[in-house]
């Protein structure tokens, strides 16, 4: 019992990374963790908080995700083309698509595609580099501090888990 235990916090562990690392799942990694260990543990009503905890982690995820790259574009005065540019940056990036980063891997994509994707866009929209790096950068960081933001609630609904089942293990 006590390996699939441990087995699940470092699946919780890959979710907490994934909450911060776009492409990669966070949320609902940690959210099927607790539901498989309800069903190992034959035990629903023990995960009963750590599962509320974990639904509402995953959707106030959901609202801050969207919320901090629509709150960094629009500080940036960013157009729905620098928006649109992000998302495609991002998709390049992480498959290592970028002609300007042959190096470096889908990390270094996950970071740089979205601000040359963004800055891209808003260039051919409004034709303008300064307004297209300022709402690029703008979207990066409203993007990376709703990762942070992610990774925070992730940590927040593990250790709620931790909390909740380690006397069942231990």
Known sequence: MQII?????????????????????????ILIAIIIWGIVSSS????????????????????VDFLAGYIGAKQAGASKWGQIGAVVGLLLGFF?????????????????????????????????????????????VGTVVGNLLQGILAVAAVTVFIFTTWSQVY
């Open 5 to 29: 235990y441990w087995l699940l916090i470092a699946l919780m562990v890959v979710g907490i990374i994934g909450a911060v690392v776009p492409a990669i799942p966070g949320s609902s990694l």
């Open 96 to 140: 290592g698509l970028l002609p300007t980063l042959p190096f470096g891997g889908p990390l270094l994509g996950i970071l740089f595609g979205p601000l040359l994707g963004a800055i891209v866009g808003e260039f051919l929209y409004r034709r303008d580099l300064g307004l297209a790096v300022k709402a690029g950068i703008g979207i990066t």
């Open 44 to 63: 629903f009503s023990a995960i009963k908080i750590p599962l509320i905890v974990t639904i509402i982690v995953l959707l106030l995820s959901m609202g």
